[in-house]
């Protein structure tokens, strides 16, 4: 396979994770589209770092892997806050201050 | 021939189960295809000759994520469906549609057509863990220690925060001192 390829398939994986960030109004929904996304750009940098023999590409897939890990920490932490304070895990709740 | 086939099978595999999980209303289908899906991942992983990365995608995620998502599901009524409505839904398909691709043109673009010298080459007769190894403890020792001061930090503060109000362990009390505590909190939502 070709670079091209996993690329295509990178960008298609970003785009399911981008129309999931933009369409859902479930919080836990908005989560897992942010997890899609960077999921998708791990196997752009893994394949990049094959096709150019560079070790680089899976060092920040590393480095990538673990910001997800502490995003998943704190926002459900968050998510577990709100979901106390106003009972639902609806993102159009969070408008309070409408203009 | 062989990476052509698996390729183009977990290519259609990935994008399957990610599609039910952008798509679906069910929290709990989202979840176990999402989990499905980064199983699916490592294999191109496998593929890339980027074995530790796949191994690491496996136990993180699919270990340690999932399994933190599923223990927060538990706090909140998850399956509950949340009325989404989007006042012009095609606009915003087409609209996310294109901004995700022009961020994808625009990180592909420098690398096509250009002259990339690599700076930390493979080494194929050391085999990936160990390259992987090697790279991670020397050149980039700072950014790997500062990962793992964010991960405490971040484990810290999703404790604190998802653990607010837990002070009281239910089962602990008998059954009139939960009645009296819930009339309590009933009558304080209510001012």
């Known amino acids: 396979m070709s ?3 996993y690329l295509i398939l990178s960008a298609i994986l970003f785009l399911l994770g981008m129309v999931g960030v933009i369409r859902r109004k479930n919080l836990l929904m908005l989560f897992f589209s942010t997890e899609i996304m960077l999921n998708a750009v791990n196997v752009a940098l893994a394949a990049i ?8 590409g899976q060092m920040f897939a590393f480095f990538i892997i673990a910001i997800a890990a502490s995003e998943v920490a704190v926002g459900l932490g968050l998510l577990i806050l709100l979901y106390k304070k106003r009972g639902t895990i609806d993102l159009d709740n969070l408008q309070s201050m409408k203009g | 021939m062989f ?19 952008v798509f679906t209303n069910n929290s709990l289908y989202a979840l176990s295809s999402l989990a499905a899906g980064m199983i699916f991942i490592s294999a191109f ?5 980027a074995d530790f990365l796949g191994a690491v995608q496996i136990v993180v995620y699919t270990g340690a994520v999932m399994a933190l998502y599923a223990f927060g599901m538990m706090f909140f009524d998850a399956l509950s469906v ?5 006042n012009n839904p095609k606009l915003m398909f087409l609209l996310s549609g294109i901004s995700a691709l022009v961020i994808v043109l625009i990180f592909v673009a420098p690398i096509v057509n250009s002259n990339i010298e690599a700076q ?7 085999g990936n863990a160990q390259d992987v190894g090697v790279v991670l403890f020397t050149k980039y020792l700072i950014p790997f220690e500062v990962a793992a001061v964010m991960l405490l930090v971040a484990m810290i503060g999703g404790i604190i925060l998802a653990g607010k109000k837990m002070d009281i362990s239910y089962s602990e009390l008998t059954e009139e001192e939960i009645d009296a505590l819930e009339s309590q909190t009933l009558k304080k939502d209510n001012k």
Request: negative net charge; proline residues 4%.
């Open chain 1, 49 to 56: 770092s094959k096709f150019y023999g560079d070790l680089t």
């Open chain 2, 45 to 49: 992983f496998f593929l890339l000759d």
């Open chain 2, 82 to 86: 949340v009325k989404e409505r989007i």
């Open chain 2, 120 to 126: 930390y080459p493979v080494h194929p007769e050391w």
């Open chain 1, 3 to 5: 670079l091209n390829a």
């Open chain 2, 3 to 21: 990476e052509i086939v698996a390729f183009y099978l977990f290519s259609i595999l990935t994008i399957v189960m990610f599609g039910i999980t």
